[in-house]
Structures are given as C-alpha cells and as structure tokens.
C-alpha cells in the first residue's frame, strides 16, 4: 500500500496473510482438462460476528473467537462455499450424510477427500448404510472404507485386505447397514477423466445389540452375532464377503456371500486356524461360479490358498474355468495350479488336498478384478483339517461312520473260522497272482519311465530355445531401424509409407543398436517414438489429424532436447516399417519393443478424432485398451522409466505418468484389446498374443536379471506375474464361412516366468536344458495350420503398384507371421463378409445359435475391438 494508507491504518493492529504460488517444470495433469492456474477468495472476518458459513451452519461448542463451519453434505472449504469435497474433515455428531459433491452437481477431477467418524471412546459401533445412490467411475475412481484411522495419509496405498479396507468402486455396492466395532475412515479419490454424481453414505453411532441387529446369524452366549454361511458383518447382514474373517475349528464351511452377482475389485480372506494343528487341509466345493479367463476378462479372479500368513506364493490358484468339452455331460471342470506351476483339472465333485507343510494354518483369498461384464455368483465350499472330520455332504468312507463331527471304525461282524486248508490254498493263489502283476507292472513302468523321459527332454528343450529366442529378440534389432530427419518429416504434408521415402533417399537406417549409440553419444542426433493408433482400415490418418498432432509433438521434442528439427530422428510406424516385404516386416515387428525402447523421447499422439470406416471416436482412452500400444510403453518403462514418456497435448508434451507410477493396467499387455480376438480369429488364424509372447518373456528377463538395479521395475512387476504374464489364454476361432466357433484354452508363457527366473538365479547357459517346466505359446507352429486355410486370401492381394491408394496399404494381419498367413489391409477391408460372415456357437447340448461378428452398423460392444492400431499391424 501506499503512505497515505499506512498512515491512515496507524493505530490499528495489523495482520498479513501471504500466498506464495510456484509450479515445477512439468504439468502433472497428462490429459485434458487442463488447469490454468487458481482462484481464491479472501475476507476479513469480524470474530464478534457470525462465520457466515454459505452452505452450512457454524460449528457448536467452537472457541470465543474461533469460527468454524459444518458443511452440508458434499459441500466443502472454509466457508462451505464450494460444491465438492475437500481435504479430511471429522464428523462430530451422532449422524448424518456423507457425499462427494451436493445434489445436482458432479464431484470434481483429482479429488482426495476423507471423513473421520470416531465412537467418541464410548461403547458405540458405527452404522454405515449404502441405502441411497452411488455413481463413480469404475476403477480409477474410488470409495473406500477403513475399519481404522491408521492409515497411511489417507490414500489407499497398502493392500486392501491388510488395511480392512472394503473397496467398492464398481457401483455395487451392499444395501444393508455395515457395523464397525472401531471408528472408521472413509476416502474418496477420483481421476481427472470423468465426472459423475458421487455417491450417498448415511451414517450412525449405535449400541451394540446382537439380539436387535443380528440379521442372518445367532447370538452366542459372549451377545456376537454368528454368521450363517455367505453372510458377513458384525451384524450378518451383508451379503456378500468384505475383509478378513477368521476361522478356528477343525472343518466348516466358506461361502462368498448370498448376492447372485458379485462385485469388482473384491479381497475377501479367510485365516484358518486348525484345532488341533494339522498338515493337510482337504477342500470340496458345493459350488463354483467365477468369471472365466477370456477377452472380457481385465484379469483373472482368483481363488487362491496360502500356507500360513499371504507371505510367498500361494500352494494352490483356482481362476480358470475349461470350455465346453463336446459330449462331455459332467459338472464344469476348473484348472488349479500348484506352487511349482503344474495345472491340473478338477470338477465339483472332486476332492483337493493341500499340503500346508510345516504352517500348520490356511489363508483362503478371493480376489475379483475389475471387469464384471455377466453375473457369476461365486463359490461355496468345506473345508477340513483332520482326514476323520465328516458332515451331511462330507461323508465317511465305507466301514466308518459320522459321530459327532469325526469318522470313527464302524463295529465289525462276527466272520466265520475257516479251515486251515482252506487259508493255504488262499495264499498260495494270491502269491502267484501277485508275482505275475508284479512282473508285468515291472515291464510296463520301464516302458512308462523311458517315453516319459523322452518327453520330458523335448519339453526340456523347447523351454530353453523359447528362452533364448526371447532374450535375442529384445538383445538387439531384429530388422534395421529406420527414421527420417524431423524437418524432412515436418516438409511431408501427410504420412507417407516406407517405401516411397526409402527409394527418395530420406530415410535412415540403423543397423544395429550399437549404431544408433554412437550417433547419441556422438551428440549429433535425438531419437523420437511416436506412437499412435490407425483411423481408418487401409490409412493410418485420412483426414490428417493425427499428422497435424506430430508435427507438433515433433516441434515440442525438438524444442524439449534443445536441437533443431535437422538433428531430430522420427520413428512412425507407416515411415519406418516396410509396408511390401513381408518377411522384412515380420522382423522389423518382433523389434517393436527394441525400437520403442531405444528412443530418447516416447510421445503418445492420440488427439480426439473418429475412425474414418467404424465412426467409432479415438482418443487416448481407446489408444491405452490396445495391447500393441500397451507393449511399446511397457518396453520403454522397463528399460528407460517415465521420465521421456509424454502425451503430445494442444498446451505441449505432458508426462504420461506424473507421479513415476504408470496406470496399472498400461503394463496388463495381455488384456488389452486384438483386432485377431474381434474377429474370432476366422479360418484358425494366429492369435497375436502369441506373437507378443516372446518379446515380452525376453523385457521380464532383463527385468529379473537386474532386479537390483531396476527396483521400481521389478518392485511393479513382481506383485503381479500371473496377471501381466498369464499362462494360458482362451482361443476362439470361426472355421469357414458359416462355421461353427469353436473356444479353447491354449498355453501362453506357460512355466517359462518360472523357468526364466530359475534359470537366471542358477546362472545357465544357452546350452543348458530347462527340466520340469512346461513351454510356452508356439506362433510359428500355428501359422503352418493357418497356411494352408489362406488359399482364398492370398488371392486377393493386391500387387504393389506405386499409386497413392496402394502405397498407403495396411496390412492388419502382419505380424511374426509367414507371408501367407495375413492379408494387407484393402484386401481385409474388400473380404470382410467373407472373415467375418456369422459364424455357429456349439452349445454344450450340441445345438448351434448364430452368432454375428461383424454386422453393417457396428455395435457398442464390438467398439474396442474395432479400434485398430497399426504400431505395428495388429
């Protein structure tokens, strides 16, 4: 202020607020909307006078002189003034209404807020109530609840079942009350994609009263509420398993819950404590309904049992159910694996036993992953510890009988004495009998153990050439590397294919990585993946949207590495593939990873636009469900981490993982989206899950090998193996035109993560066999059966004649293929009624239904699945 003002406020006591703003040198909002800055609004209050509070009423009980608002339910900040919640507020009352934003308004981008509701050290439980609405955004925004204020900030870093967290942002939430005996602390946090209504938590202090509040239980002599099977809570009235539930006898019995439809993103756990200690648990399922492994699938949900606490791996994993046998009139078959990876089958009706070594006590946890496309209802077993427990659908062997929970010897009758003569002649045929099935038995297992052995070495073998192949194709480029200089690809005008800029001299190629190295170091040049997704079947980019966004993101990266577009070298898969040889681009696709990785700069070009055949919209949402574009990012991370990994925005580059931590789901390459998978795979097409198999065996290698090194890689990755690299897949393929579809489950990596990280720990060599570990997916040994189902398409290609229309082909189906195995993209695009003409399901009673895979109109569901991507040719 001025003099003046001083002079006139002399006398008066003075108080100063300062704001300081600073910002870093990133923008850690990676896509739109993007923040301009803030506003704030200050006031002078009169302490003497009311808060003022706008939304709300002023606190009772505050100090003299201290003003504090309670806001109405989803408004926040000092003065209750905004319509979203902010930061962590305590609840001081007896009950109320808990939301995210008020009514009629959507909760807002990037919000972290927490309410702390406390029993006040009373003998009081807290009521929760989910009994109004809830709309948030499955999986990246989310509602938790703690049984506990201990938790670290108020972020839910730590696993959900260790936190007694109840994690429900999938929309389905329990409709009864929760009881908590200890106070509670519930979070909301939200991305900054999607805005929606939030949700509405009704909330209460009560007193403990099982006979008044134990809904599906009994009370017990201490007044608890015991649970009937499937019903969980303090009270017993929550349908459906959350937290963990202990469990001390010698048998019961385990059931999900009683909902017909259980929720995403479940961890329920069951800490079985045998009394008296035993080492073998035994399990039978009444019933078994899960989500099966598939393309809907985002991951498997999972059974899995632990002996002992959730440390190491789990001794058995039940999360696949078999397809449809033919003739096969028996209940569902299910595969469960063992610590060591074998997989075996087994139905309701089988028994499983576990060892539990030295543990002595089972962990039973049931996960869910975050896609619920069907209704599954979940599973409902017994368990046992002593081999003589026994109940109504747990029976005694023959000559034992059920008395009070235990198999005891039934009495015998009385037998008749029989001669001496008679026991002799007995013994003596019973001892010839059984030296002639003791020779024969000899026989037979010397046959067993050498084609046994036999198989084992082939296995053996295969295993090891599937390592070694998978550590050569990431160890160096498999086909040249080649880019154009940044100005050159600016002067372009649209992109242009490989071919016609290779015969005109402006494309150069990098033999080998060690080239490209001392062009780095050298200081001469700065190399840059762009990374997009086709929008159109036979042109990556008709209308010219996604050249328009490069040449800026190159603009940007040039203006980010400090050298001018000259010494900028651009990699784009339509300039640096070849787009004619086919065995040229089968290598120069096995090194996608290798060249994603090599580059100084990853950038992300994904503007909104709208597939040009599909009038499907593309943006980055679409571009992250691909599988070919979540492998070029998971190669980049594992060798060069985020800091050069940037969305190519109208406002400049923005990191594609602000915090360091990339999305989950941008490593789950195996559940992201194949347009093979969309089309069923017609005429027993290769699925390219398996041509992605081996590159990224051969990143997890160098992952492992330098886990000490690479910590935040390995630490990512090592939670999470049977999700990125899962070992079987479903395949399901439209024989012929009109055909009938047929889906089977088929090996992925297999034991080839078991074998690659045993054979890096015990130092072997290239030379050396890998026993006792199954091998992975085959692509070549499938092309060969697709070969000779191609006839028709081989005859559609069309030659290569210098026009623009026929330099721009595509070929969608390319890949680590032979050349008769894929056709180019125009001659997909003129053949689509023959790939993909509706094709017969054989149901399980051997009747067929039509089912369309392609239809004129293309429906919702079959969106992603047309989102085609071209980095490389999927």
């Known amino acids: 202020g001025s003099d003046a003002a001083d002079a006139a406020c002399d006398g008066v006591e003075k108080t100063v607020l300062y704001v300081r703003w600073a910002t870093d040198a990133d923008d850690e909002t990676p896509v739109p909307p993007v923040r301009v800055g803030f506003a704030a609004t200050a006031k002078l209050v009169d302490l003497a006078a009311p808060c003022g509070c706008v939304h709300g009423a002023e606190r009772d009980g505050a100090n003299p002189g201290e003003c504090s608002c309670v806001c109405d339910p989803g408004w926040g900040g000092a003065f209750c003034e905004v319509p979203y919640c902010v930061g962590v507020v305590d609840l001081a009352r007896d009950g109320g209404t808990i939301r995210a934003a008020p009514a009629g308004h959507d909760y807002a981008s990037f919000a972290r807020c927490g309410w702390k509701i406390s029993t006040r050290g009373a003998r009081n439980r807290v009521a929760l109530s989910f009994d109004g609405m809830i709309d948030v955004e499955p999986v990246y925004d989310s509602l938790r609840v703690y ?122 756990t069951w800490v079985l404590d045998a009394d008296p200690p035993s080492r073998i648990l035994r399990l039978r399922f009444r019933s078994i309904d899960l989500e099966p492994i598939g393309r809907e699938a985002v991951a498997a949900d999972t059974i899995k049992v632990y002996a002992g606490g959730l440390e190491g791996l789990p001794v058995r994993t039940i999360n696949a159910r078999i397809p449809a046998i033919p003739n096969y009139k028996g209940p569902p078959k299910w595969l469960v694996q063992g610590t060591s990876g074998g997989v075996d089958t087994f139905t309701s009706d089988d028994e499983l036993e ?212 000259s010494k900028l070298r651009v990699w784009v898969d339509i300039v640096s593939i070849p787009q004619v040889n086919r065995s040229s681009q089968r290598l120069a696709v096995a090194s996608l990873p290798t060249f994603a990785s090599c580059c100084d700069l990853f950038i992300v070009v994904a503007p909104d636009a709208t597939h040009h055949d599909t009038l499907l919209k593309c943006d980055s949402k679409t571009f992250r469900s691909r599988s070919w574009c979540r492998a070029e990012i998971s190669a980049c991370w594992a060798r060069n981490g985020t800091e050069n990994m940037f969305y190519a925005t109208n406002s400049g580059l923005k990191l594609l993982a602000p915090n360091g931590a990339l999305r989950p789901e941008a490593l789950e390459v195996f559940s992201g989206g194949l347009t093979c998978c969309g089309l069923n795979h017609p005429d027993g097409m290769p699925c390219d899950k398996e ?174 699945s047309m989102t085609w991507h071209a980095s490389p040719p999927a």
């Open 147 to 268: 049984a506990s204020h201990a938790v670290e900030g108020y972020a839910a870093v730590a696993d959900t079942a260790a936190a007694g967290a109840m994690c429900t942002p999938s929309n389905t939430m329990l409709k009864a009350p929760m009881l908590f005996e200890s106070d509670v602390l519930v979070t909301f946090e939200s991305d900054g994609l999607v805005g929606r209504s939030g949700f509405e938590l009704n909330w209460a202090l009560v007193k403990p009263d099982c006979a008044s509040q134990c809904v599906h239980g009994s009370c017990d002599v201490n007044d608890a509420c015991i649970c009937e099977a499937g019903w969980y809570g303090l009270d017993c009235a929550a349908n459906a398993c959350f937290g963990p539930t202990k469990l001390s006898a010698r048998g019961g019995r385990i059931k999900s819950g009683n909902a017909m439809d259980y929720a995403s993103l479940m961890v329920c």
């Open 354 to 565: 576990v060892d539990l070594g030295d543990a002595r006590s089972a962990t039973i946890v049931f996960n869910s992953d975050a896609a619920n496309p069907k209704a599954y209802e979940g599973f409902d077993l017994d368990y046992a510890f002593s081999a003589d427990y026994c109940n109504a659908v747990w029976p005694c062997a023959p000559l034992y009988v059920c008395e009070d929970l235990a198999c005891v010897e039934a009495p015998s009758p009385s037998s008749k004495k029989k001669s001496s003569s008679d026991d002799t002649a007995w013994i003596v045929v019973v001892a010839i009998a059984a030296s002639l099935v003791f020779l024969g038995a000899v026989g037979w297992a010397v046959k067993f153990y050498r084609s046994t052995r036999k198989m084992e070495t082939e296995r053996a073998v295969l295993v090891r050439d599937q390592l070694n192949e998978a550590k050569s194709l990431v160890s160096d480029f498999q086909a040249p590397f080649c880019t154009i200089a940044g100005d050159a690809f600016v002067a372009l005008g649209e992109l242009v294919p490989h071919e016609v800029l290779r015969d005109k001299g402006a494309v150069r190629v990098y033999d080998v990585t060690a080239n490209l190295k001392k062009a780095r170091a050298d200081g001469e040049e700065v190399f840059v993946f762009l990374s997009h997704q086709w929008l159109a079947y036979d042109n990556p980019d008709p209308e010219g949207v996604h050249f328009a966004a490069m040449t800026h993101a190159v603009g940007l990266a040039a203006a980010k590495a400090g050298v001018p577009l």
């Open 691 to 864: 041509a992605l198999m081996l590159p990224m065996l051969g990143l997890f290698i160098e992952i492992y090998a330098q886990r000490g090194a690479k910590r935040d890689a390995w630490h990512r990755v090592a939670p999470r193996l049977d999700a990125l690299y899962p070992k079987h897949f479903e395949y399901t393929t439209c024989a012929g035109d009109g055909g009938a579809s047929v889906t089977e489950t088929l090996p992925l990596f297999g034991d080839l993560i078991e074998a690659a990280m045993a054979s890096v720990d015990a130092g072997k060599g290239p030379r050396e066999l890998m026993y006792g570990y199954a091998p992975g997916a085959s692509a070549r040994s499938r092309d060969k059966v697709h070969a000779g189902r191609s006839s028709l398409l081989r005859g559609l290609i069309p030659k290569h004649s210098g026009s623009q229309s026929e330099r721009s082909l595509r070929s969608l189906f390319r890949g680590l293929r032979p050349s008769s195995s894929r056709t180019s993209m125009a001659s997909t695009k003129s053949t689509r009624s023959s790939l993909c003409t509706p094709c017969r399901t054989v149901s399980s009673e051997g009747s067929t239904a039509e089912l369309p895979i392609l239809r004129t109109s293309v429906s919702a569901g079959f969106a992603q």
